[in-house]
């Protein structure tokens, strides 16, 4: 069977646990942590190897709650972000807190990616259906010794994304005739009411979005090729960075879109009716431990994860 990975993003789940951090929120009837729900899919749906992408400092409480437990179940590997962690020549500028954003926490992982890899959120609750379709994909379908970048993203339908308690930040995707991804436009402040669907762009103004559109929530299958794409442009995205920009922030899609546009990758997009949950706001927690409940009530979970 061929060898595929897990890379999940959890690098900004705060300086210190306990009260607060949304990531290592409880929200299982045992205990369980979203990313416990995300890697238990994952494993089910086929998935060899799970890739942690941490802070150094956070390594020793990170294992005591999530990575000791699943290094029982899976290999587990450790790569870690760092704000200095850059390329020769570069700095850290002063007043930076913060590393440099999704492009570079996988690019943290090179040394420990050595197959074709999901990327994902430690914060977000996918559903079993794209982990299913991306692992599928992956190990059926992608080419990774094509003339461009063989990758898939799951297509969340937008109306299974939002949140009751306030709008919403998604990547809205524009599908060609192909099935695959012609772009994604970043909308902001996404909420649905009695009058329909609200949205709006970068500058705050009014942009029609439909509940029915595909959405990205982050969740991308890549080849390890991709890896080389992400190196490269790195430093070109640092070189870049207008002096005093402390908050600029190397991103993943972003540089998804680029290839996309220079005609270096093809995204397939693979349809997900699964409902995400994640705890956007603090008033989220009781619906995600209820729709937790109720998978688990329905036999989708078994009561203890592991």
Known sequence: MKQ??????????????????????????NGEI????SIHDALEAGFNKIIFIIRKDLEKDFKEIIGNRIEKVAPVEYAFQEMDDLPEGF??????????GTGQ???????????????????DYYGKEGFKKIHDY????????????DMCMAGFILSN???ENGGVTRGVATVDENGCLAKVT?????????????ASDNDGNPVTVEAGQHVSMNMFGLPMGFLKELEKGFPEFLGNVKEGDVKAEYLLPAMIDQCIRTGKARVRVLETRDKWFGVTYKEDKPAVVASIRRLVDEGVYPEKLF
């Not at 970043?186 to 609200?198: K, L, R, S, V, W």
């Open 186 to 198: 970043e909308t902001y402040d996404i909420y649905q009411d009695a009058d329909g669907m609200h």
């Open 138 to 149: 992956m190990v059926n379908e992608m080419d990774e010794d094509g003339d461009c970048y």
């Open 34 to 37: 979203i990313m416990d729900y």
């Open 105 to 123: 926490a996988v690019l943290a992982a090179r040394n420990v990616i050595h197959e074709p890899f999901l990327v994902i959120n430690a914060d």
């Open 4 to 29: 595929t990975s897990l890379v999940i993003m959890a690098a900004g789940i705060g300086s210190r646990f306990g009260g607060g951090i949304k990531q290592l929120e409880p929200v299982g009837p």
């Open 91 to 100: 700095t850290v500028p002063e007043g930076r807190k913060k590393p440099w």
């Open 161 to 163: 994304t939002l949140s």
